[in-house]
C-alpha cells in the first residue's frame, strides 16, 4: 500500500448497516436525483422554448446537473459507511433548507414542495448526525483517539 492510500476500516463485514443510517443515504439520494431530474427538466425547456430561455435554461439545467453530484457521490459513500460522506451529505441539508424556505414564502404551487424539502432535509440532518450514524461510519468525537476508547 502506498503513503497516498489510508486503508478504510473495513465495517461492512463486521456488523449490518444500521437502518438510519440506510433511510439517510436514501434521502440524500432522493434529493440528488430531484436536482438531477430538476436539471434534465430546465434544459429541456432551455432548448425547446424561445431563444431569450436558451442560456438560462441551459446555465441553470448544466447549474443544477452538476450540483446533483455531491448528494449522489454522498449517498453511495454513506451506503458504502464511508466517514468523508457525511460531510457533503450534511452540506446539502444545509443548502436545503433556505431553498424550502424560499419556496414556502411563494404564493403559489411551490408551498408543498417547500413543505416536503423542508421535512426531507430536516429528517436527513437528524439521521446523519445522530450517534449511531456517526458510530457506524467510524466518525470519532474531539480529541477522541483509538487509545482513548480503551
Known amino acids: 500500500m502506498s503513503p497516498e492510500q489510508t486503508p478504510t476500516p473495513d465495517t461492512?463485514?463486521?456488523?449490518?448497516?444500521?437502518?438510519?443510517?440506510?433511510?439517510?443515504?436514501?434521502?440524500?439520494?432522493?434529493?440528488?436525483?430531484?436536482?438531477?431530474v430538476g436539471g434534465g427538466a430546465m434544459l429541456v425547456v432551455g432548448f425547446t422554448g424561445d431563444s431569450g430561455d436558451l442560456s438560462t435554461g441551459v446555465t441553470g439545467g448544466l447549474t443544477l446537473i452538476a450540483l446533483a453530484l455531491l448528494p449522489l457521490i454522498a449517498a453511495r459513500g454513506l451506503l458504502l459507511r464511508r466517514g468523508w460522506s457525511r460531510g457533503p451529505a450534511v452540506i446539502t441539508q444545509i443548502m436545503a433548507l433556505p431553498v424550502a424556505y424560499n419556496l414556502l414564502r411563494a404564493d403559489s404551487v411551490a408551498i408543498p414542495a417547500g413543505i416536503v424539502l423542508a421535512v426531507v432535509a430536516i429528517t436527513a440532518l437528524v439521521l446523519l448526525l445522530n450517534p449511531a450514524t456517526t458510530q457506524a461510519l467510524g466518525i470519532q468525537g474531539p480529541g477522541r483517539t483509538e487509545e482513548s476508547k480503551r
Open 12 to 36: 461492512s463485514d463486521a456488523e449490518p448497516r444500521p437502518g438510519r443510517l440506510t433511510a439517510a443515504a436514501a434521502l440524500v439520494a432522493l434529493e440528488g436525483i430531484a436536482l438531477l
